[in-house]
Nanobody
Framework: EVQLVESGGGLVQAGGSLRLSCAAS????????IGWFRQAPGKEREGVSC????????FYSDSVKGRFTISKDNAKNTVYLQMNSLKPEDTAVYYC????????????????????WGQGTQVTVSS
């Protein structure tokens, strides 16, 4: 059974930093794509960043490029999202997603139709 467990959300002032973690388990292969989505109140869920073993560079949405950094510790099956220079518009519930077949990630974009999601972690940035 695939499990994705997130941690690291919280309340921070604008300009501050947070680091999210997502521990993945239950995958029988290690070439899965993994990444972060977020959903703000009244808005659709959007892809923020993802990384895949088959691509050399991660994907970042335009709204976070240059401020967020995704990384993966393969030994721990854990992906991190370092979020710097946070803005109030970054306030959302952040979800981890991963899949070996229904999640394709490249530097230029992603395609996600997987049902594997973490429980979500709230990030609130105050102005």
């Amino acid at each position: 059974e695939v499990q994705l467990v997130e941690s690291g959300g919280g309340l921070v002032q604008a300009g501050g930093s947070l680091r999210l973690s997502c521990a993945a388990s239950g995958f029988t292969r290690d070439d899965y794509a993994i990444g972060w989505f977020r959903q703000a109140p009244g808005k659709e869920r959007e892809g923020v960043s993802c990384i895949s073993r088959s691509t050399s560079k991660p994907f970042y949405s335009d709204s976070v490029k240059g401020r967020f950094t995704i990384s993966k510790d393969n030994a721990k099956n854990t992906v991190y999202l370092q979020m710097n220079s946070l803005k109030p518009e970054d306030t959302a519930v952040y979800y981890c997603a991963a899949d070996a077949f229904d999640f394709y990630c490249s530097e230029d974009g992603f395609r996600h139709t997987s049902d594997y999601w973490g429980q979500g972690t709230q990030v609130t940035v105050s102005s």
